[in-house]
């Protein structure tokens, strides 16, 4: 698969960056459309960096003693609809199996958009005694939801998802698993894409069909715009009492569970993309990428075969203590294309390797991330080198967290506020909590409430809503949407 | 999930295999039915055997530098009825969305029984140049053929499975390849499962839809009836042409790809479980089992906390060395109620700690699969215990072989053959190759041709036709389908 690279056809990310995000997604060969509305294939390097995740968070559920399941991507509508909320929810986006063969189904299959139906009318004729719970179980898989087109990873009509789905004897056991959930997502993204977003609680309007409450992790995306990252919703014991999941508690008397789900998608790669990939084209976080380290022999005369077999041994030596290297010898290609090649699919670190650094015992090093090079002395690599790749991983954390606090601003004033989203920034204002002032400012400005801040949800600060300058105790973020 | 087991409610495999089968998947918390026609919930035990299926088949494919990508399951009509056998032979099983709201699709969505359509229209974008080749990829997915009913794992509506997708210069690679995954799956199933079954050619009439030739492992169920385990295509240039995916050569010239595909469901998972069950429950190889061993301490007087120490420690040695072990102190329930539980679920091998065993510094050791009794010295058990293990994953492989072997027969007379087949017999007998004889033996008989073996097809022996009594030369194996 041979990406025809040329960097005039990268769009500078500065200067558009939604272009440029379906440039360097093409370009980079991480996905491709498919034939359907809303259709995307993941291709190697995109499903590589799923599989990064995948990792991180299955060691993380297991641990927690969450057990893998698979359930069924067909839900009776009879089922579906039983939670009120929830169907008026998703009605807009969900597909239909209506008939096999010849045969017209009464009650139809809806294509999951989420699984808390299926999942709950299970658990219905599974938890019987106080002794079946805690019950903690995830799955990973494929989710529908009807998209008119596709934006890369973000939104598809399809994409690929884990579900965790908790129950508890408590509302406040359940709090905390939420938490919990979301403190792993936060974690995740910090530690391994690089990513700092804003921790918080949704509002009634915003959150997830069916929740008594849903948290999120927003990302700041370097236009000011907002993605949110993943979620953990408090369900209370809405599913419960719609589903009839009871257990016998000690004394012998029936009670409802308390519920909690918590997901996250492939939405993740296309945050991990847009924020770290500059005008050159990705930049992979070391900790995921799933080339760490191109080696590059730099071939100018006859004098090849030292610098190749020095190469190899840099390769052997930095393969030997678990890095992910690539030793590129495709000398068809001239050195600039190569260069190109690996810059637009985002390696972390590049070795070059020539006759001067073979006579000096040296190698080479250019990080992607700012393209700072340095001559590494050949003895050392094997502490150089980990340190490098961990530094850049400390460094995009450290850029990334720089830009949402450079892109957030608090404001008192509705002119300030509008003219603030105006300029692509995410705000931060008293709101009054009263649903038609949330409505009001996104009719007007287009930016919709995005989170309260967790450590802002016991606050009891004092002023007025932005918008109606009624009484307003706690400040929430607002932001358009990606 | 407390499992309410009592042994009566097991039938006994010996008097009738299905309704154990059915059983002990419910009894051992493997899986459960689903709302829907056709539809199974795999449960944490199921998925933690099909986890065991991913980590080894996908180590082998990436080790091949096969890489994994993701395809939608929404494929257009127009795409899937552009090969016509295939289209053909998979009709009658097609869940269609055939809508999106309120708006008919023109072009209907056919979802997913298998994923060559799609992935070749992508092929015939990505492979430009013979440097593109080889091209192979692999998905894990949910794939939907519809069934009228559910028999757990080995026909439901919608399965989990890998598919591997390759693309090739020339037909003798393809046929590599071909014979190198059927391979992989032959040593799986034997090293990992303990099952040996038949490798060998499917016959032109039970190939796949849109092969050239299908290669197939199929099981000897304890019965006599077969499974299809698993199968690996050469596609030769068939979707090639269809879907015009071509490679420029050295010399400027343009060739259509050679292809093959190749794939494993959690069907795998029903031949576990058929193979080695006994009235007891499953019997789990302990190479796959989730937990290879239990320590269940026997506490009888006030004396516990030593025998509970002693078996902690054991727990702790057995941890230490990667062994999957599983320290039951639940003691609300009787010992009699645990060990029924372990042995239902499978456990390779249970060790038990009384004061007998605490006072003489030795651990009881009680097989699974043969319920052989040994006393284990408590110093050597880190040699011992892995030995056991291994000595209980080859006697399962053993037994499997024996199986295989005293269920086939060799015939040369058709009224032979149908008392074979009567009895529950895998059959081998002359066949002249006419499609003819073969629906006529399976129309009369219920039998149908199963495979040629693999050494069997460069065979040149000389026979009649079981059927027809003409000129045969190569003898194919029967049996009723599962």
Not at 194 to 206: D, F, N, P, T
Not at 282 to 292: C, D, G, H
Not at 331 to 345: A, Q, V
Request: charged share 30%.
């Amino acid at each position: 698969m041979e990406t025809k690279f040329d960097k005039k056809d990268l769009t500078k990310k500065s200067e558009n960056i939604a272009d440029w995000y379906n440039d360097v997604i093409k370009l980079a060969d991480v996905a491709d459309y498919a034939e359907t509305r809303g259709g995307m294939i993941i291709k190697p390097l995109g499903y590589a960096l799923w599989e990064s995740v995948q990792q991180v968070l299955d060691k993380q559920f297991k641990e927690d003693g969450i057990m893998n399941v698979y359930f069924p991507a067909f839900i009776p509508m009879s089922l579906f609809e039983k939670e009120k909320e929830h169907i008026k929810g998703f009605a807009p986006e969900l597909f239909m199996i209506k008939s096999i063969g010849d045969e017209d189904l009464l009650d139809p299959y809806v294509l999951r958009p989420t699984s808390e139906a299926i999942i709950d009318k299970a658990l219905s004729k599974w938890i019987k005694s106080y002794r079946d719970l805690p019950y903690k179980i995830n799955q990973w898989c494929n989710i529908f939801r009807a998209e008119k087109r596709t934006y890369y990873f973000l939104r598809t009509t399809e994409f690929l998802w884990q579900e965790g789905h908790t129950s508890f004897r408590t509302a406040q056991e359940t709090l905390d698993m939420t938490l919990k959930a979301l403190n792993w997502y936060k974690d995740f993204y910090e530690q391994y894409f690089a990513i700092s977003g804003y921790v918080g609680l949704k509002s009634q309007q915003e959150k997830f069909a069916g929740a008594k409450n849903t948290y999120t992790i927003e990302m700041v995306a370097p236009n000011g715009k907002s993605i949110q990252m993943c979620t953990s919703h408090d369900l209370g014991d809405n599913f419960a009492k719609v589903f009839n999941i009871q257990y016998i508690d000690e004394n012998g008397e029936k009670q409802y569970v308390y519920q909690n789900s918590f997901g996250l998608s492939t939405r993740s790669l296309g945050c991990l993309i847009l924020a770290h990939g500059d005008d050159f084209g990705l930049i992979l976080p070391p900790k995921v990428a799933p080339i760490q380290i191109v080696i590059l022999p730099i071939i100018t005369d006859n004098d090849n075969k030292e610098i190749i077999q020095f190469s190899e041994n840099i390769y052997k030596q930095l393969s030997s203590i678990g890095i992910k290297a690539k030793l590129d010898v495709d000398f068809k290609h001239t050195l600039g294309y190569r260069i190109n090649e690996w810059e637009i699919k985002g390696v972390p670190l590049r070795l070059e390797v020539g006759q001067r650094e073979l006579d000096n015992n040296v190698v080479s090093a250019v990080r992607r991330d700012n393209f700072e090079k340095s001559n590494l002395d050949i003895k050392d690599i094997l502490n150089t080198i980990p340190e490098l790749l961990l530094n850049i991983q400390n460094d995009l954390l450290q850029k990334s967290r720089k830009l949402k606090n450079d892109l957030t601003i608090d404001v008192s004033d509705y002119n300030e506020f509008k003219k603030a989203i105006n300029d692509g920034k995410f705000v931060r204002a008293f709101w009054c909590e009263d649903e038609q002032c949330e409505e009001a400012i996104k009719q007007e400005t287009k930016a919709s409430n995005r989170c309260l801040e967790l450590d802002r949800i016991e606050s009891n600060e004092s002023g007025e809503c932005i918008y109606c300058h009624k009484k307003a105790k706690r400040r929430w973020l607002f932001a358009k949407s990606y």
